[in-house]
């Protein structure tokens, strides 16, 4: 292969390798504001010999979902950053859904995590 031929390969490869790169930087970045919405339903579960030990469980677990959802929206701006903060909320089942299994309890419910723009003094009604 002649010398040429290399070189223009090797550019419309660099060239090609640019613009993903930049693709991607820019999709990074539009992916970094708060989206304002509820994501999908995340389910909650909790196994106990008892039922108050199942309940626990499935607070517990309820506990470490929220917990592991939240530092998701600290990392996503708002439109008036000046002013809002992308702030993490989420919904739950009302009353968790247990019932007796082999050994024991079982409690299943679902939460559902989500990050809105909201100003400091602004309420959740």
Not at 14 to 20: P, T
Not at 35 to 52: A, E, L, S
Not at 81 to 102: G, Q, R
Request: with cysteine.
């Amino acid at each position: 292969m002649k010398a040429s031929t290399r070189f223009a390969l090797r550019m419309i490869v660099l060239v090609l390798a640019l613009a993903g790169t930049a693709t991607t930087a820019s999709i990074a970045h539009a992916a970094a504001k708060c989206p304002n919405r509820f994501f999908k339903k995340v389910q909650i579960r909790g196994v106990g010999d008892t039922q108050p030990n199942a309940q626990t469980a499935y607070d517990n677990d309820m506990a470490a979902k929220i917990a592991a959802a939240k530092p998701d929206c600290d990392k996503l701006e708002c439109e008036d950053s000046a002013t809002e903060a992308c702030t993490f909320l989420h919904t739950e089942s009302k009353k968790a859904d247990c019932k007796p299994k082999p050994g024991g309890f079982k409690c299943t419910g679902w939460m559902r995590p989500g990050c809105f723009c909201q100003d400091p003094d602004e309420e959740i009604k």
